[in-house]
């Protein structure tokens, strides 16, 4: 649904930041497309030429965070020597994450309760988001286990870090965090041959 526009464009790019940080404090359908033009300072057509539509607008903002999310990620993995501690990594990015003033609750998370059906592009971003970390997680949690442990693992540990958000959004970030990483260890000890 994006438009054909190269992401590297100067102007697209101030406009899905802008986008994003207005979203993330706003939430998608409480923030107009004409508050987004005013606080990017763009013309309503340059908007409506890098996005014909706010749901077009609203995923690649989604796509932008996904893919700042796993550069992240790909920079801590790079660090970790073990599969365990790469899983850490990802555990301890979230635990940072929940205390950084750029933690508003999960993005993803929110698109998805504005944008409940299955068909709609933002549920779609919103799934490809969520199955990426999983899909990251099994693969890592492959080098230490058989793959169907490996399946069953990566999506405990993916409900156990959507809970933790949840839970920190509900101002109890530390002792969710902490929770989740004994409860993902349980299920990482467990799974291992």
Request: hydrophobic fraction near 45%.
């Amino acid at each position: 649904m994006t438009s054909s526009s190269p992401i590297g464009s100067d102007k697209r790019r101030h406009v899905v930041e802008t986008a994003y940080a207005l979203f993330k404090r706003g939430g998608f359908h409480a923030t107009g497309i004409d508050r987004i033009i005013a606080e990017a300072e763009v013309a309503k057509m340059t908007m409506y030429r890098h996005f014909p539509s706010k749901d077009d607008l609203i995923v690649e903002v989604l796509d932008y965070r996904a893919r700042r999310f796993d550069r992240q990620l790909d920079r801590l993995a790079d660090a970790a020597a073990t599969p365990k501690q790469k899983i850490a990594t990802i555990f301890d990015w979230y635990g940072r994450w929940f205390h950084s003033t750029d933690f508003h609750g999960c993005l993803f998370a929110h698109a998805l309760a504005e944008f409940g059906n299955p068909e709609h592009p933002v549920f779609k971003a919103v799934a490809a988001q969520k199955n990426g970390l999983r899909r990251r997680m099994q693969s890592i949690l492959e080098d230490m286990m058989p793959p169907d442990r490996a399946t069953g693992a990566a999506a405990a540990l993916l409900m156990l870090i959507e809970g933790a958000t949840l839970m920190a959004e509900m101002g109890q970030g530390d002792t969710a965090i902490r929770d989740a990483r004994k409860a993902a260890s349980s299920i990482i000890a467990a799974s291992t041959p």
